[in-house]
């Protein structure tokens, strides 16, 4: 399975956020979405970083002046993202060994949907069940 097959069975629609909104200003959209990131893009739609739950807890427990700072203070740059072929399980595998939970994914330059290691999990079991059902089907039409 690939990336463009998971996209399919949810929304394409990505939560952004501007570098110097506020990260209370991300707080707030992150809490009504009830999502877990929200990429960072410039005024031509470009992804210059990624702001998290993690990302804003980290901060805060270090400084409760976090909500007033820019977004740009405490996102992740350097963004790894997606591309529709690529598979599903290798995603999985970079998100796991690199440790963070949301991707983006692209289609040449532009945003087009973002990916989250759960998204990733639920197709996996998904194509897991189909098998299983498909064996279990086997198994009947040949018991008879």
Same mark, same amino acid.
């Given at each position: 399975?690939?990336? %463009?097959?998971?996209?399919? /069975?949810?929304?394409?629609?990505?939560?952004?956020?501007?570098?110097?909104?506020? +990260?209370?200003?991300? *707080?707030?959209?992150?809490? %009504?979405?009830?999502?877990?990131?929200?990429? *960072?893009?410039?005024? #031509?739609?470009?992804? *210059?970083?990624?702001?998290? #739950? =993690?990302?804003?807890? =980290?901060?805060?427990?270090?400084?409760?002046?976090?909500?007033?700072? %820019?977004?740009?203070?405490?996102?992740? @740059?350097? +963004? $790894? +993202?997606?591309?529709? #072929?690529?598979?599903?399980?290798? *995603?999985?595998?970079?998100?796991?060994? =690199?440790?963070? @939970?949301? $991707?983006?994914?692209?289609?040449?330059?532009?945003?087009?949907?973002? +990916?989250?290691?759960?998204?990733?999990? %639920?197709?996996? @079991?998904?194509?897991?069940?189909?098998?299983?059902?498909?064996? #279990? /089907?086997? $198994?009947?039409?040949?018991? =008879?």
């Amino acid at each position: 399975m690939n990336i %463009k097959g998971i996209l399919a /069975t949810k929304s394409r629609f990505v939560f952004t956020i501007r570098p110097q909104q506020t +990260v209370a200003e991300a *707080v707030d959209m992150l809490a %009504k979405q009830n999502i877990g990131a929200l990429v *960072v893009t410039n005024a #031509e739609g470009k992804i *210059v970083g990624i702001i998290t #739950e =993690r990302d804003i807890i =980290r901060q805060a427990a270090k400084s409760q002046s976090i909500f007033a700072q %820019k977004v740009s203070d405490i996102m992740t @740059r350097g +963004v $790894i +993202v997606g591309l529709l #072929e690529d598979d599903a399980m290798s *995603v999985a595998h970079t998100m796991t060994e =690199r440790r963070f @939970r949301h $991707i983006p994914i692209l289609d040449g330059e532009e945003l087009i949907g973002i +990916v989250s290691i759960g998204d990733l999990v %639920k197709a996996q @079991r998904d194509q897991y069940e189909g098998q299983i059902d498909t064996l #279990e /089907t086997q $198994i009947l039409a040949d018991e =008879r």
